[in-house]
T-cell receptor
Framework: GENVEQHPSTLSVQEGDSAVIKCTYS??????FPWYKQELGKRPQLIIDIRSNVGEKKDQRIAVTLNKTAKHFSLHITETQPEDSAVYFCAASVGGGNKLTFGTGTQLKVEL | GAVVSQHPSWVICKSGTSVKIECRSL??????MFWYRQFPKQSLMLMAT?????????EQGVEKDKFLINHASLTLSTLTVTSAHPEDSSFYIC?????????????FGSGTRLTVV
């Protein structure tokens, strides 16, 4: 089955700096890659996603890049703010209603 | 947008008792429901996948007789933790999809914090 690895497990940045989180996946058939932000005790919130027919997608301060050949994708957050502090999860799935496999998570702390 | 209501948000039960968790899709028909378990500071681990009217498909290592999943209608799925033990204490969260295909997203419930004492 699919295996998703995520790095780093923790990330501290200064407010205003950029943060990058990287994930790799094992199943070359995976074609949907969402990123979620989860605050303590809350549900995961979708912040951005990308499909395998696209190499990059951007939404304001957040961008995701996908390299299908290398089977890795990355989340980029620019101009970080304290409210960006949370746990971020990448995930992958094969399309058509299949299950999401989550990465191990990254605790992002944005310091003033 | 799509909303999944999950209840209860938290529950404390005694060892050996059973607990039922409900997830309802409020404004769409949940063709597929995924049930996840999340231990503190860990990732979401898929327990099972259920399609309306069918038996659930359980992930390897998940006891189907202990974690009973019912998806009898397109708007309601339940997870029952039977004979709960302290090691079952965790955050349980459902995720629903409407239909299939690449354009359909996943909607998460708000989660249930289960504590078994």
């Amino acid at each position: 089955g699919e295996n998703v690895e995520q790095h780093p497990s923790t990330l501290s940045v200064q407010e205003g700096d950029s943060a990058v989180i990287k994930c790799t996946y094992s199943d070359s058939a995976s074609n949907y890659f969402p990123w979620y932000k989860q605050e303590l005790g809350k549900r995961p919130q979708l912040i951005i996603d990308i499909r395998s027919n696209v190499g990059e997608k951007k939404d304001q301060r957040i961008a995701v890049t996908l390299n299908k050949t290398a089977k890795h994708f990355s989340l980029h957050i620019t101009e970080t703010q304290p409210e960006d502090s949370a746990v971020y999860f990448c995930a992958a799935s094969v399309g058509g209603g299949n299950k999401l496999t989550f990465g191990t998570g990254t605790q992002l702390k944005v310091e003033l | 947008g799509a909303v999944v209501s999950q209840h209860p948000s938290w529950v404390i039960c005694k060892s050996g008792t059973s607990v039922k968790i409900e997830c309802r899709s409020l404004d769409f028909q949940a063709t597929t429901m995924f049930w996840y378990r999340q231990f503190p500071k860990q990732s979401l681990m898929l327990m099972a996948t259920s399609n309306e009217g069918s038996k659930a498909t359980y992930e390897q290592g998940v006891e189907k007789d202990k974690f009973l999943i019912n998806h009898a209608s397109l708007t309601l799925s339940t997870l029952t933790v039977t004979s709960a033990h302290p090691e079952d204490s965790s955050f349980y969260i459902c995720s629903a999809r409407e239909g299939q295909g690449g354009g359909v997203g996943y909607t998460f419930g708000s989660g249930t914090r289960l504590t078994v004492v």
